[in-house]
């Protein structure tokens, strides 16, 4: 804390303000107080000290001996007065060699400094600058008076201190003002109320040509002011006098001086009046401009040079003073903004003159201006641009920007040139599109990645908002979006979607460039071209302007490129001509990739076709048939050995090389082959060929004809149907045998089941009437022979329907029958049945129309299948029974939710005697008759059944019966 206070610059400055630093000298009044307090308060040693950072300085003493007297100093580790310093507060110590801060001092015992008393002496600042004080070389106690008389001596020392100070500030100001008035450049002239010279110095001598001994005294008038303007000055002095105010005074005027010699130069005048005495006095510093006109004309001179010299540039010129505020705007830009230089700062620049950044969009901020970062001392090279006056097109520039320096190092503003860049940017930016089209469609491995990396590119190099690729579907009827990309930060999600999208011939943007087969750009999007399913998005997207372009596939238009911008944009020529040349390379690479595509595919596909045929039997073939009749082979089966015996020879007339190999006997057939394959129609021969492994084998040949660029070409197959001619012969003679076999098992199930069907019934006769007997209505092996009586009468009327409606002896009665009553019929007449196994049977049955149909025999249909879905659906189940009219037929349903049928089984259903898995393994009986007898006696009504499984489990089966047909 004590170097703190001691090392403060601005205490140390006041301390050296005082003088008293300097060895050797002497204060009067403070001498006389250190020796006043050595006899007032009876010590051997009074001292004035001051205190700086290495030492302190005696600046006065009385008692003090040896080289303390001589020097006046000791180091500051000697002092007791630094703490006093420090402190800022009066010291008194009894005894310093108890004292804790003092007890170490060497003063101690080199000077014999027991006992201390010290004020301290503040300067007229307030810095304490040292210490008032008194030394003892005994310890003493220190009484109030002693320290009172010593505080009132430090007091006065401080007020002698403050004097000195006062009275070498006068000295020291009435000194620089001298020296400052003998070198000032500038004449200082003053003069009284009469106008009467009272100080020349000596650049008024310079200046005027008037010595100052023969200048003072004198009317200035008569000195330095021209004959026409003595009488105004005259006038002037007399106002000044009883008002004691002038307009001159606090400002520089311009005025006509004269010096000696007569002649008249421009000066600047400083006046001050000084009112403080009886009468005013005037005060004046007068310079000569006349260089500083000279120079001015010559600036005004350049000025106008520069200013015709800039205006005459066609790059835009700008720049700002040292105040930041616009000083400058040549021609150029006076056009380009439609606007003349204001003076604008910097914070203004960017808003006033619609300044954006490069990428034509982002408005710069104040500090981003090109003008201002180099008024803050940056240098700027090529920084880029965009100037978007409202109503006009924008204007991209080029801007180099720096600091104008002058040669002391002040700045004095900052200049920047503007290099309008609009065409060479437009041009360069046209030629990036097509270069990043180009390299799109060299990285790409196919069409359609090919065409949406092409419009993604040329989408991002333009900013536009979104660019998509379209495609003609394979049917001409749809045009479908292949690709869409968004300038990134761009959100345009509900506009794009993120399903399939497809337009129609017409709708849309797109819709309409493939329906015109044109390009189309519309800056009025909302209003003209785009369909309403996505017009809500597009303009809440803020999309205002659209351009599509057909993608050509020859005469035809097999896509389309359309691009969407958010901000409007009329049609521009050059950018249609750009675009119209990528549409034509994506259109050439489309068409190029596809036929690469196509080709690589056919070869694909050739090279399986051959490695299929390898392994078939059969051999393809396709031949040229020239005019004069030779037939040429295009292509042939790699191996013929299962046809031909061998490979056939391909370097020869094919129709020579087949009609040696045919049998003889067959020869005329493979002619009339021949003959009619040649006038272009389609036809196949069966006949005998000699193989060349000289096995004859029956070849199968179907040909059939095309037409291509006038030649006719023949496509074939030849098949060894050997084996099929031996089936065929062997199968005659089998189905000759079934046939018989079958009319012999018809036969005997008929007879079978007319011979058991009479045994039965007196069987069920006599158990029914056992059965009426009270004595034996209990036995069970009587309730058994009645179940196994009336299951053997079902089987054997199965057995005799199917065999009467296969023969065809059966008739069909076919009379006017309302469906819908058959159906309740059958309904109530299941339900007892259905509630005694718990399941629950219900109808929804719509007007149908009536059916011509045997009665009887239709119900037997529905009891079969209403019967069958209660046996089948376990206890809590339901059967639904439904009817609908679908024009000419009527259609019922029946289904339940019962154990299902496995899907594999579904095609033997209505085979005879098939029973489902599903029932035999639950143990539940049936014979496997009943569908097939429902099948029958709906086929023979002309109608059809078919069964399915439901989708929750369970069966369906659905038939389908004929509408009557209306009277004549």
């Given at each position: 804390m004590t170097a703190h206070v001691i090392e403060d610059p601005e205490r140390l400055r006041a301390l050296r303000a005082t003088g008293l630093l300097e060895h050797g000298t002497v204060v009067t009044g403070l001498d006389r107080l250190t020796r006043l307090a050595t006899r007032l308060l009876d010590v051997p040693a009074g001292v004035v000290t001051l205190i700086e950072p290495d030492r302190q300085v005696f600046a006065s003493h009385c008692g003090l001996t040896g080289e303390l007297a001589e020097n006046r100093q000791t180091p500051i580790a000697y002092s007791f007065c630094q703490y006093v310093v420090a402190d800022s507060a009066p010291m008194v110590v009894r005894d310093a060699r108890t004292d804790e801060r003092l007890s170490g001092n060497p003063a101690i015992g080199e000077y014999q400094a027991i006992a201390y008393a010290g004020f301290p002496l503040r300067g007229p600042d307030g810095h304490v600058l040292g210490s008032f004080c008194v030394f003892d070389g005994e310890p003493r106690a220190w009484t109030d008076r002693d320290v009172a008389v010593l505080g009132d001596l430090a007091q006065e020392a401080e007020a002698e201190i403050a004097l000195r100070v006062s009275q070498g500030q006068l000295l020291l100001a009435a000194a620089r003002t001298q020296a400052i008035l003998d070198t000032c450049p500038d004449a200082f002239i003053s003069m009284d109320h009469a106008g009467r010279v009272t100080a020349w110095n000596h650049a008024a001598e310079l200046l005027f040509d008037f010595p100052t001994a023969e200048a003072l005294g004198r009317l200035l008038a008569e000195l330095i002011i021209p004959e026409s303007f003595r009488q105004a000055h005259t006038l002037g002095l007399a106002r000044v006098a009883e008002t004691g105010a002038s307009v001159l005074v606090g400002q520089r005027t311009e005025l006509t001086a004269v010096n000696r010699g007569g002649r008249e130069f421009p000066v600047e005048m400083s006046l001050s009046v000084d009112t403080s005495g009886d009468r005013p006095m005037f005060h004046a510093f007068v310079h000569d401009i006349s260089d500083r006109r000279a120079e001015q004309q010559k600036l005004a001179e350049e000025r106008s040079f520069l200013e015709a010299l800039l205006d005459s540039l066609d790059t835009g010129v700008v720049a700002c003073g040292s105040d930041g505020r616009l000083r400058l705007f040549n021609r150029a830009l006076r056009e380009a903004h439609d606007a003349t230089e204001e003076p604008l700062g910097p914070e203004d620049w960017a808003r006033t003159y619609q300044l954006y950044g490069a990428d034509g969009r982002t408005p710069l901020e104040p500090a981003e201006v090109p003008l201002a970062r180099a008024f803050a001392g940056e240098q700027v090279h090529g920084e880029q641009l965009v100037v978007r006056p409202p109503g006009r097109p924008l204007t991209r520039y080029t801007t180099n920007a720096r600091p104008i320096q002058l040669a002391d190092g002040r700045r004095a503003g900052a200049v920047a040139a503007m290099h309008d860049i609009t065409a060479a940017y437009r041009a360069d930016r046209l030629l990036r599109c097509q270069h990043a089209a180009a390299a799109a469609l060299a990285e790409a491995t196919t069409a359609g990645q090919a065409a949406a990396a092409a419009v993604a590119a040329v989408g991002e190099q333009l900013g536009w908002a979104c660019a998509e690729y379209w495609e003609v579907d394979e049917e001409r009827e749809h045009v479908v979006r292949v690709s869409s990309w968004a300038r990134p930060g761009l959100n345009l999600a509900a506009f794009t979607g993120t399903g399939p999208l497809t337009f129609e011939r017409g709708q849309g943007l797109v819709g309409l460039v493939w329906k015109r087969g044109a390009e189309v750009w519309s800056s009025r999007i909302a209003e003209e071209a785009d369909q309403p399913g996505r017009l809500r998005e597009a303009v809440r997207a803020g999309l205002v302007t659209g351009i599509g372009l057909p993608v050509r596939s020859g005469r035809r238009c097999a896509g389309v490129i359309a691009f969407y911008l958010d901000e409007p944009t009329p049609c521009d020529p050059d950018v249609l001509d750009m675009l119209r040349v990528v549409a034509a390379q994506v259109s050439r690479f489309v068409e190029r990739r596809r036929a690469e595509d196509l080709t690589l595919a056919l070869s694909a596909a050739r090279r399986d076709l051959d490695r299929m045929i390898e392994h078939v039997d059969d051999y393809l073939w396709t031949v040229q048939v020239h005019p004069d009749g030779r037939v040429e082979s295009v292509y042939a089966s790699p191996n013929g050995t299962g046809v031909f015996g061998s490979v056939l020879p391909v370097d020869a007339d094919m129709a020579e090389v087949l009609a040696a190999r045919v049998h003889p006997e067959d020869r005329p057939l493979f002619v009339g082959f021949h003959e009619?394959?040649?006038?272009?129609?389609?036809?196949?021969?069966?006949?005998?060929?000699?193989?060349?492994?000289?096995?004859?084998?029956?070849?199968?040949?179907?040909?059939?004809?095309?037409?291509?660029?006038?030649?006719?070409?023949?496509?074939?197959?030849?098949?060894?149907?050997?084996?099929?001619?031996?089936?065929?012969?062997?199968?005659?003679?089998?189905?000759?045998?079934?046939?018989?076999?079958?009319?012999?098992?018809?036969?005997?199930?008929?007879?079978?089941?007319?011979?058991?069907?009479?045994?039965?019934?007196?069987?069920?006769?006599?158990?029914?009437?056992?059965?009426?007997?009270?004595?034996?209505?209990?036995?069970?092996?009587?309730?058994?022979?009645?179940?196994?009586?009336?299951?053997?009468?079902?089987?054997?009327?199965?057995?005799?329907?199917?065999?009467?409606?296969?023969?065809?002896?059966?008739?069909?009665?076919?009379?006017?029958?309302?469906?819908?009553?058959?159906?309740?019929?059958?309904?109530?007449?299941?339900?007892?049945?259905?509630?005694?196994?718990?399941?629950?049977?219900?109808?929804?049955?719509?007007?149908?129309?009536?059916?011509?149909?045997?009665?009887?025999?239709?119900?037997?249909?529905?009891?079969?299948?209403?019967?069958?879905?209660?046996?089948?659906?376990?206890?809590?189940?339901?059967?639904?029974?439904?009817?609908?009219?679908?024009?000419?037929?009527?259609?019922?349903?029946?289904?339940?939710?019962?154990?299902?049928?496995?899907?594999?089984?579904?095609?033997?259903?209505?085979?005879?005697?098939?029973?489902?898995?599903?029932?035999?393994?639950?143990?539940?009986?049936?014979?496997?008759?009943?569908?097939?007898?429902?099948?029958?006696?709906?086929?023979?009504?002309?109608?059809?059944?078919?069964?399915?499984?439901?989708?929750?489990?369970?069966?369906?089966?659905?038939?389908?019966?004929?509408?009557?047909?209306?009277?004549?």
């Open positions: 009619t394959v040649r006038t272009g129609q389609a036809a196949e021969v069966e006949v005998r060929v000699i193989g060349f492994d000289g096995v004859v084998r029956w070849v199968w040949t179907r040909a059939t004809c095309r037409h291509d660029d006038g030649r006719l070409f023949v496509d074939g197959i030849c098949t060894n149907i050997t084996e099929r001619r031996e089936l065929a012969d062997q199968r005659e003679q089998h189905v000759v045998q079934l046939e018989r076999l079958d009319r012999m098992k018809d036969e005997l199930v008929a007879v079978v089941s007319h011979e058991l069907r009479n045994p039965i019934g007196v069987i069920a006769a006599y158990t029914e009437e056992l059965l009426d007997d009270p004595a034996l209505a209990g036995r069970r092996e009587l309730q058994v022979i009645e179940r196994s009586s009336a299951h053997l009468l079902n089987l054997v009327q199965d057995l005799l329907d199917l065999a009467r409606l296969d023969a065809g002896h059966d008739t069909i009665d076919p009379r006017p029958v309302t469906v819908a009553r058959l159906l309740r019929e059958a309904v109530q007449a299941h339900q007892p049945s259905a509630a005694t196994a718990n399941v629950t049977i219900t109808a929804d049955l719509a007007p149908v129309p009536i059916v011509d149909g045997d009665a009887g025999r239709l119900r037997q249909v529905l009891d079969n299948l209403l019967s069958n879905a209660v046996k089948y659906t376990p206890a809590g189940g339901t059967v639904t029974v439904t009817s609908r009219d679908d024009g000419d037929t009527v259609t019922i349903t029946i289904a339940d939710t019962g154990i299902g049928i496995p899907a594999e089984q579904y095609p033997k259903l209505f085979t005879r005697f098939f029973r489902a898995s599903t029932a035999t393994s639950r143990g539940i009986k049936g014979t496997g008759l009943g569908l097939a007898v429902t099948q029958a006696i709906v086929t023979a009504h002309h109608g059809t059944i078919t069964a399915r499984p439901r989708p929750r489990g369970g069966t369906e089966f659905v038939v389908t019966l004929p509408v009557r047909a209306a009277a004549a």
